[in-house]
């Protein structure tokens, strides 16, 4: 085996790596932002890629957060579903403040 070889293996395996990473980094993002919509009241008019960006923004808060609380790692999901709830309501739902 040549260098060109391995080469284009590892190269191979990694742009695999990077596609499974996204595509299972969007389905958990559609399941936490599906279940924060489910959790809030009311219609809400939403695209499913900003429900994907939304579950994604709510996982990556909910860790920060659980780090900082030392929240352990059993309840770490449930924290990504609240914070990605607070990032809907607060970017959508949210009455503006009065002039």
């Known amino acids: 085996m040549d260098a060109t070889t391995t080469a284009g293996a590892v190269g191979m395996s990694m742009g695999v790596f990077l596609l499974v990473l996204i595509l299972v980094g969007a389905l958990s993002g559609l399941v936490v932002g599906g279940l924060a919509r489910f959790l809030l009241p009311g219609p809400d008019p939403m695209s499913w890629p900003k429900t994907i960006l939304y579950g994604i923004g709510g996982s990556f808060l909910g860790g920060i ?7 352990p790692q059993s309840l770490s999901f449930v924290l990504s579903v609240a914070c990605a709830a607070g990032l809907i309501w607060f970017f959508t739902r949210r009455k503006p403040p009065a002039a």
Do not use: P, S
């Open 65 to 71: 957060v659980g780090r900082l609380l030392h929240v």
